[in-house]
């Protein structure tokens, strides 16, 4: 029996709402799933504007369960570093092909891993600290690809990962940052007409799904061992990385 397309929707935002939802309570892995899937069944540009309500209304229960885990130094050294990739993301969003945006993203996910591994093969183990010309770089970068394709993880990972910071710490400190870059990016996709006034029913109906998948990831958080945690952290970058490579040879190829 054939599905309706309509209940076809609801079950994909539904899904992609709960991994949007469990990136925000600390398993960032989830959330390179939300957009793909609802962009099944509808434009990639609209599914990114759908979900970006859905994450800021998870942000702000993540803001509040991480509000005692955090860095404040790479939040006072990221926020105004992302601020700047959003209006640079706005002005140049026109111009920029996506594509272009993927692929940047996917070489400095793997340029990190590669040199992540590197740096353990030799047994180099110290930890780099915070340090502000690197932030802002690495900052404006994540602002800027979250603000074009939602894919401000791997800046951030590239620049918190050789920190390494305790797994809660590194969590809450991606829950504030994105959530300060979610709220940027809020009225300029009204600008660009990714959200409209049809959204908000569909909003309404999805944002308890949001705030359970926020809950549900912060207890998966809470219990799973700081070594494996950052080993799905570097899984994730890495598929991740791999699967906007794929997306950049199906569009040029």
């Known amino acids: 029996m054939a599905t309706d397309p309509s209940v076809s929707f609801w079950i994909a935002a539904i899904i992609a709402t709960l991994f949007v939802g469990m990136s925000k309570g600390g398993l960032p892995m989830m959330a390179m799933l939300g957009v793909p899937i609802l962009s099944v069944f509808i434009a990639p540009g609209k599914a ?3 979900l970006l309500p859905m ?55 793997l340029g990190y891993l590669a040199n992540a591994l590197r740096s353990r093969l030799a047994g180099d183990y110290a930890a780099r600290p915070a340090d502000v010309p690197r932030g802002l770089f690495w900052g404006a970068l994540a602002g800027f690809t979250s603000y074009i394709s939602h894919a401000g ?9 050789p920190q390494r910071m305790a797994k809660m710490t590194f969590a809450g400190t991606a829950a504030i940052v994105f ?9 300029f996709y009204v600008l660009a007409g990714q959200l409209d006034w049809q959204s ?17 990831g912060y207890r ?8 494996a945690f950052f080993v799905l ?18 569009a040029w190829l």
Not at 69 to 89: D, E, H, M, T, Y
Not at 220 to 227: D, Y
């Open 55 to 109: 994450y800021i209304l998870a942000d702000v229960y993540a803001v509040w369960l991480f509000r005692h885990s955090f860095s404040k130094r790479n939040v006072a050294i990221l926020i105004p570093a992302a601020a700047i990739g959003v209006v640079v993301g706005f002005v140049l969003v026109s111009r920029v092909p996506v594509e272009a945006t993927k692929l940047v993203v996917a070489l400095i996910g």
């Open 220 to 227: 998966v958080t809470t219990v799973l061992p700081e070594r």
């Open 179 to 187: 959530a300060a870059v979610n709220w940027m990016k809020l009225p």
């Open 200 to 216: 908000l029913t569909q909003i309404s109906i999805l944002a308890p799904v949001a705030l359970f998948g926020a809950w549900a």
């Open 153 to 161: 993880g791997p800046p951030y990972q590239a620049y918190t990962l």
């Open 48 to 50: 990114a504007g759908l």
């Open 233 to 250: 952290v570097n899984t994730a970058l890495g598929l991740l990385s791999l699967k906007l490579l794929w997306e950049v040879a199906e």
